[in-house]
């Protein structure tokens, strides 16, 4: 039986290192833009403890939750993916309290905004965050409720992560 030699194993290890790292380098190119929705986000409308965490881009997806404080009690929370999805296509998946998960497709993707649309949803058919001068972020949900437009905007401020704690 004849084995491979040590320099051929080398450059199949190295070959295969580099089809891994570009694989994954692919699935975080798209993502690698969103990079500006990292960090701590506290409401500026809302009670201490209010806002939006997001994990930067790694592993082909930025992992998120957010939490919504009133009288000093959790009212509600969502945990929030972005990835891409099996067409390539960057997705945002929501899973809010007591209801079901839902996906939104990226429609406009930039370095300093991003919507999502998903037309059948009941509410919201379209998310979208965008950065704001002085470390601050919009999210905004709207679609048709009840037969008319509506829209909610959620501003947030960049903090220390601590901060989310509520106090």
Same mark, same amino acid.
């Given at each position: 039986?004849?084995? $491979?030699?040590?320099?051929?194993?080398?450059?199949?290890?190295?070959?295969?290192?580099?089809?891994?790292?570009?694989?994954?380098?692919?699935?975080?190119?798209?993502?690698?833009?969103?990079?500006?929705?990292?960090?701590?986000?506290?409401?500026?409308?809302?009670? $201490?403890?209010?806002?939006?965490?997001?994990?930067?881009?790694?592993?082909?997806?930025?992992?998120?939750?957010?939490?919504?404080?009133?009288?000093?009690?959790?009212?509600?929370?969502?945990?929030?993916?972005?990835?891409?999805?099996?067409?390539?296509?960057?997705?945002?998946?929501?899973?809010?309290?007591?209801?079901? %998960?839902?996906? &939104?497709?990226?429609?406009?993707?930039? %370095?300093?905004?991003?919507? &999502?649309?998903?037309?059948?949803?009941?509410? $919201?058919?379209?998310?979208?965050?965008?950065?704001? $001068?002085?470390?601050?972020?919009?999210?905004?949900?709207?679609?048709?409720?009840?037969?008319?437009?509506?829209?909610?905007?959620?501003?947030?401020?960049?903090?220390?992560?601590?901060?989310?704690?509520?106090?």
């Amino acid at each position: 039986m004849r084995y $491979p030699s040590i320099a051929t194993l080398a450059t199949l290890t190295a070959l295969t290192a580099l089809c891994l790292t570009s694989a994954a380098q692919s699935q975080e190119a798209p993502l690698s833009s969103l990079r500006w929705m990292s960090g701590c986000w506290a409401s500026e409308s809302g009670e $201490p403890g209010s806002g939006e965490h997001w994990l930067p881009p790694a592993g082909g997806s930025m992992l998120g939750v957010a939490r919504t404080v009133k009288k000093g009690k959790t009212v509600a929370h969502e945990f929030l993916q972005i990835r891409l999805n099996a067409e390539g296509q960057i997705v945002y998946i929501a899973l809010p309290s007591g209801q079901r %998960e839902a996906t &939104f497709t990226g429609t406009s993707v930039s %370095e300093t905004a991003v919507t &999502f649309e998903n037309p059948q949803h009941d509410f $919201p058919q379209r998310i979208s965050y965008r950065a704001l $001068p002085g470390d601050r972020l919009l999210a905004r949900i709207e679609g048709q409720r009840g037969g008319a437009l509506r829209g909610i905007e959620f501003p947030m401020k960049r903090v220390a992560c601590e901060a989310l704690a509520g106090g």
